[in-house]
């Protein structure tokens, strides 16, 4: 039992090391990426800036050597590496904030790193904590030697100028405001809590409950060795120290330990660091000390008299392990409920990438540039002339699908007077039609604003073109909303008698729709918000292209129009994004067995420690009722209707939930084997002699 106590206290030492580790790591990288900014300097944000490297580097080192200054351009690359790419001036470059002594970089090819690279050309080693963060610093020339854009954040270090006049120049030699120029494009957030940390803390969680039901029960179980203490005089003071030593010099030893690893594995630490790890440390102490003022109170209860007549103070064990039980029975519930989702989740995943593998390779686009956030009116109005472009190949669509109910589309006062009625509405090009719903290509024609409904609501065609005037009013925006009501726009249905069943491509619908209403979508002339959805990404783009050479060669031509380039468009195959989903589904899924196992373990722990007390508390009646012949169930009736209660309620919430079949029969296994659990540990201790038990051995 001493042993899982100093087990406990060793690996929660280790886990908080673990944990302050992980913390300044973060920091660490935060302070990385700051490298260079002093408490004077500034930053301008360049963006699609027309100036080219050779032109920029000559300016820089004009007012470097006029003025003083140094610039700093901070970018990242592969694997999170942060690059800092210099014009230094002797005077005003800051070295100590690289850690360095100083730094020589006259020889434009020569550079710094955090690691070792072998080449002749790097200078020196710039210190960081760990090895996974790293850091190059180079000349201005060697970064741009490859590179034909000046996009980027830089860090102005004015030396004898200031901020005011330097910008003055910035401006006049970029042509844009000063304002512009100061406008942040590139966010920097840096997460310190990051997702080991939180795992670590679980982990600690845990480690700290089991470390509590054992400690709590460790000196109930000494019961007796206390008793003889006492009548060997000793003082409850003495007692107890005796008790708690062992775990102090584990503490205090595995502190020593870690500390000295400090030193040999880290040749650079943060300021900071090792006081963190040694304030920690002092509060592992404390909190030991604190959790075992019940060991105190425990020994203090326990009277000579006490020891005489076999009674022992088992009040605090058994409602410190019924507590965790419950709630560890709480969070396994909840564990299974999310597992439930996630199952599903995992499953719907799988089943929609087999269903859109089906319709071949097809692209979508997976991101875009901030540029929509800063000019979003224009980069929609490029957006849109480039897919008008782009939708001249047969083999580029646009498909949005949705389920529209009356009370959202039309307006408020008329929807609540008639009954509710969903439709089935996808918007589609004519592209899209003639590939993928060829039954219905013969209703194509130049008519513009044109529905096709199936036919199954020709009997009531002025609902249908009056839900469908208002559903195109909705596209609209509220300018156009403001010149014109519902009932004056000019639709086109057109009904049809085919069968058709089209993949949605939503995945928050079912996979495919029976016979919906279709809108056909103009390439040249789409609404406003047809046009607002072109900048949606991933798995939400209407925008589908079929991955073919000639697909793929008009998208590398139009990317490299100017006003295209800007929108810093990036495609991917609908099937990575989907295997992208189906892992982080998997990964979700591992995650929560992981959990639930472990609150599995800590579970069963506190059954044990539940049945520990309650046998010690009550071992003389429980050894004469099973003397006289009771059943074990009779012996323990209390203790077996509290485990299939929780048990029982543990499935049933499952059921209120409507979780999955697969979370409901784990929670019968684990309630099975919580009893199991039971009946292994009462038929352990009552393998003693029963004279042992009836004396009050267990104790």
Known sequence: MKKIVLACLAIVNILTYMMVINFYQSRDYDQIAKMGETSDSFQIYLQDSSVNPDSQISFFKELSRKYDISVILTTREQNNVVEKSVIASPISFPAASFRLDKVDLQNDQDFYASFKTNSAKQKGKIPVFVKGNKIVLQSMTRYFKNKKTVDGVYTI?????????????????????????????????????????????????????????????????????????????????????????????????????????????????????????????????????????????????????????????????????LIIKILMTVVSAFLLINMSTEISDAVASYQLQQEWAKEGKLKTVNSVGPVFITDEKETTKTMAAWFSKMAQNKGVYYVESGSYSTKNVLPKNEANKKPEQKYDLMSVNRNFIRA????????????QHAFLVPSKYQKHPQEIKYFLQNYSYNNLSSAQQGKINPQQLKIKIKYYHEDVQPITYNVRLKKSFTNPIIEVVEDHNLTFWQSIALSNTDKTSPIKIEDNPQTSELLKKTSKEPQVKRLQMKFVSLNQILATSSDSAYKGLQVVIVVLLIIFVINLFATIFLLLYVISNQQKKLSVLRLLGYRKFDRYRAETLILLGLGLGEVITLICFKASLIPILLAVLMMLADLLVFSLVVQHVEARDLSFLLKGGLS
């Open 157 to 321: 270090i004015p030396g004898k100028s200031n901020q005011k006049e330097l910008l003055k120049q910035f401006s006049q030699f970029y042509g844009v405001s000063r304002d512009q120029l100061l406008k942040q494009t590139i966010g920097r957030k840096q997460v310190y809590f990051t997702r080991e940390i939180w795992v670590l803390s679980f982990i600690f969680v845990l480690a700290s409950l089991v470390f509590i039901l054992v400690n709590v029960y460790y000196p109930i179980s000494q019961s007796s060795s206390i008793g003889i203490k006492k009548l060997n005089g000793w003082k409850n003071k003495d007692i107890f120290l005796a008790m708690i030593k062992q775990g102090i010099i584990m503490i205090v030893v595995t502190s020593i330990i870690i500390n000295l690893t400090t030193l040999l594995i880290f040749s650079y630490r943060p300021n900071g660091f090792i006081l963190t790890c040694i304030l920690v440390q002092a509060l592992i102490l404390f909190l030991y000390l604190l959790a075992n003022s019940v060991t105190y109170l425990i020994i203090k209860r326990i009277s000579i008299g006490d020891l005489l007549k076999g009674k022992f103070h088992f009040g605090y064990g058994i409602s410190l392990a």
């Open 436 to 447: 993928k719903l060829p039954e219905l290509k013969r209703y194509l024609d130049a008519t």
